[in-house]
């Protein structure tokens, strides 16, 4: 036998290892294990806000640690910085580039990130009379699906050149990039301390990193279709994916597996986005067909609906006080929920 | 075959074997265990949660309603 052929035969021993020891902690459901939880009360949240500023498909939203500005992103190649509780427009951020995927503040929020289809990350300072591009990070070869701010001069990107990239926004350079998926990389989640993230992607795998070597740790299987949305559980242990295949599914990282699948009786509709409660026993996601779905995480029953967009529910977020949800649509409204 | 091409198959080959090995090696905790600990998290953690206890009026900052339209 070659090496080669050596080598495939060994790739496919540990493939089959670690389902093996995936199936021998596979011991129950996290369904059994909730079984006995009392249900989560039937909510129903109202819009108590609709922020109507865009011409054109919202594409992202992100909340500002103040949990009070929310920046929202469309493809009228604005974005909008929003002071959610007066219900008025706080800022207006011109793009370069109207094709916008991903938006994000800062932890100061005194800059804000944008990256799409330019296949850049562009940093932009709104601290001053007027709105300043300080970065444009060049380096991806594909678009840009996400970026998460780690501090005022660290961003991790997600691109749809396969890869997800550190950068210093000092020097404008890319810090440490990260190879492992085999699709377009569409989403990232930090962990609170920052050492590791999660990404989800087109290869319908999500997969946990080492931000400073840059090592993939674990890998996730189960979906059957691009992960669009990608968020920690509040414990820190577990994290939760969208998908287009129209479900959502937990995984939890000291398993090494998926413990759930939220998954509705007819599923028709893709999954374009999802938040958590402050517990983490609510899961709101955004679907393909307009509405917004309340499940309980622990019980994977649907409890609620949030219904208002006369289009696809493109992004949601629910800020860190964990006092309101709020859904950015197609239909180039923003509203918030609680 | 190309030399060339033959050796980035084996090189990308490598880097698989190497990166499965790393992934086997993790140490797994039993399912229920990561469901109990989920649980309890969820659980100790509801009455702090708006969304799922409900806002009061009085301290909702987003009542009373308004909307904003810039057009």
Not at chain 1, 124 to 129: A, D, F, K, Q, T
Not at chain 1, 316 to 323: E, L
Not at chain 2, 15 to 39: F, G, N, P, T
């Amino acid at each position: 036998m070659g090496e080669l052929d050596v080598l495939k035969k060994e790739a496919e021993t540990l493939k089959t290892q670690i389902e093996t020891a995936r199936k021998a902690v596979n011991d129950t459901t996290m369904e059994a294990a909730s079984s006995g939880v009392a249900p989560a009360p039937r909510i129903q949240p109202k819009a108590r806000r609709t922020l109507k500023g865009h011409t054109a498909k919202i594409y992202a939203l992100y909340w500002a640690l103040d949990n009070k500005l929310m920046v929202s992103g469309s493809q009228d190649g604005k974005l909008l910085v929003w002071d959610t509780h007066a219900g008025i427009l706080a800022n207006c951020v011109p793009l370069k580039s109207a094709w916008v995927m991903t938006v994000s503040f800062s932890p100061s929020a005194g800059l804000v990130a944008s990256g799409g289809l330019d296949n850049m990350c562009t940093i932009v300072n709104i601290s001053g009379e007027k709105p300043k591009t300080m970065r444009e990070l060049d380096g991806h070869d594909g678009y840009v699906a996400c970026s998460r701010f780690l501090s005022e001069t660290s961003i991790l990107t997600a691109s749809g050149d396969q890869t997800c990239g550190l950068w210093d926004l000092e020097t404008g350079k890319q810090k440490q990039s990260f190879l492992n998926h085999v699709g377009d990389c569409m989403c990232v989640a930090l962990a609170e301390d920052q050492n590791t993230f999660i990404s989800g992607a087109c290869d319908s795998q999500a997969k946990l990193w080492d931000i400073r070597d840059g090592q993939c740790k674990q890998s996730f299987i189960g979906h059957t279709g691009d992960i669009n949305a990608i968020s920690y559980m509040p414990n820190g242990q577990a994290f939760i994916t969208g998908s287009d295949d129209c479900t959502l599914r937990m995984f939890d990282m000291r398993a090494d597996q998926e413990v759930m699948c939220y998954q509705n009786a007819q599923p028709t509709a893709g999954v374009t986005s999802l938040s958590l409660s402050l517990s983490g026993r609510l899961l709101f996601a955004g679907y393909d067909d307009f509405n917004c779905n309340i499940w309980d995480s622990l019980k994977g029953e649907k409890i609620g609906v949030l219904s208002g967009h006369d289009n696809r529910v493109s992004c949601t977020g629910i800020p860190s006080d964990g006092m309101c949800v709020s859904t950015g649509s197609w239909d180039s409204f923003l509203k918030i929920w609680n | 075959m190309s030399n060339n091409s033959a050796n980035s198959n084996l090189v990308t080959a490598q880097k698989a074997v190497k990166q499965l090995r790393l992934e086997a090696s993790v140490r797994r905790i039993k399912v229920s265990q990561a469901a109990a600990d989920l649980k309890t998290f969820c659980l100790q953690n509801a009455h702090k949660d708006p969304l799922l206890m409900g806002v009061p009026s009085s301290d909702n900052p987003f009542r009373p309603p308004k909307s904003c339209a810039l057009f």
